[in-house]
């Protein structure tokens, strides 16, 4: 048993058909619109309002909503009107499944608790590193950061995993890293399968499809959301009175075997589970 999500553990376990999860999903994607989504639909603002918006989410760490009143495109009252009906038209995957005849609410109670009681061991002690290293605010914001732009930039639903430390690195479809220096010093790596890549290219590259685009093209997308990343951390890091520059991002070649953590740095590895059960890994090379 791993980290999973309710619908793949209820596919595992053969209670529902991965047709009859997908269709759940759809439902849940007719019925659950985005805020964005939701504000073009009530004619509040443009498609291009959002990719401005959206282009913005790239340099600064704030909500859509929050951004969309920042530009004057919503009110506060537009935006709280949004966030309730958000909330009162949301539907669990749960709910979904029922409404589409994968399971009663009977069987929907019964599989909830086995999943809970199976998914206990795997619940994560939050964005919060395993040992101090003298400037865990910062770190802890990273880690924190990493998730919300997994969120915004690859529109992608997860479940951040338990913080551990490391002595190796383990070889994965791609890594890219960042230098970042100044007043703390420190190694940010993503660690990405070859799904992974291909779903980070499509959404930076706003393409339907990246089957035909060349390697180097799907190895640039990966080292650019390091740098969105990056480049939010060392905007909110300068917030806290935190100088932090950061290098251009580069590719980590590893060998089959590992790559063994430097010396002198406190070495951690932060998986975020995705809903399909890939995994981005956030790797953090602290200087001590």
């Given at each position: 048993?791993?980290?999973?999500?309710?619908?793949?553990?209820?596919v595992e376990q053969g209670t529902i058909t991965m047709d009859g999860l997908r269709n759940a999903v759809e439902l849940q994607e007719k019925r659950n619109l985005k805020?964005?989504?939701?504000?073009?639909?009530?004619?509040?603002?443009?498609?291009?309002?959002?990719q401005l918006a959206h282009n913005e989410q790239m340099t600064r760490d704030v909500k859509l909503g929050d951004l969309l009143v920042d530009r004057?495109?919503?009110?506060?009252?537009?935006?709280?009107?949004?966030?309730?009906?958000?909330?009162?038209?949301?539907?669990?995957i749960g709910e979904a499944l029922?409404?589409?005849?994968?399971?009663?609410?009977?069987?929907?109670?019964?599989?909830?608790?086995?999943?809970?009681?199976?998914?206990?061991?795997?619940?994560?002690?939050?964005?919060?590193?395993?040992?101090?290293?003298g400037n865990d605010p910062l770190w802890e914001m990273c880690l924190d950061l990493t998730c919300s732009m997994v969120t915004r930039v690859l529109d992608l639903k997860h479940r951040p995993g338990t913080c551990m430390p490391i002595t190796t690195i383990h070889p994965n479809h791609m890594l890219a890293a960042m230098e970042l220096q100044g007043d703390v010093t420190a190694r940010f790596i993503i660690s990405v399968s070859e799904k992974l890549q291909k779903t980070i290219a499509r959404a930076m590259l706003s393409e339907w499809s990246v089957e035909h685009?060349?390697?180097?093209?799907?190895?640039?997308?990966?080292?650019?959301?390091?740098?969105?990343?990056?480049?939010?951390?060392?905007?909110?890091?300068?917030?806290?009175?935190?100088?932090m520059d950061i290098l251009p991002p580069y590719t980590v070649q590893v060998?089959?075997?590992?790559?063994?953590?430097?010396?002198?740095?406190?070495?951690?590895?932060?998986?975020?589970?995705?809903?399909?059960?890939?995994?981005?890994?956030?790797?953090?090379?602290?200087?001590?």
């Open positions: 048993m791993a980290v999973k999500f309710f619908g793949q553990y209820l805020l964005g989504e939701l504000a073009m639909e009530m004619g509040l603002i443009s498609v291009a309002d959002i004057g495109l919503l009110s506060p009252a537009q935006l709280n009107d949004l966030l309730v009906r958000q909330k009162n038209n949301h539907l669990y029922i409404q589409t005849g994968a399971l009663t609410e009977t069987s929907l109670r019964e599989h909830l608790e086995s999943f809970s009681a199976t998914q206990a061991i795997y619940a994560p002690t939050g964005t919060r590193l395993p040992i101090t290293t685009e060349p390697a180097e093209i799907l190895e640039d997308t990966v080292r650019e959301f390091a740098n969105v990343i990056c480049g939010n951390i060392a905007a909110k890091a300068s917030q806290a009175g935190v100088v060998p089959p075997a590992g790559l063994p953590t430097p010396d002198g740095y406190g070495s951690f590895i932060f998986p975020i589970h995705l809903e399909d059960g890939d995994t981005l890994e956030l790797i953090l090379l602290i200087q001590e």
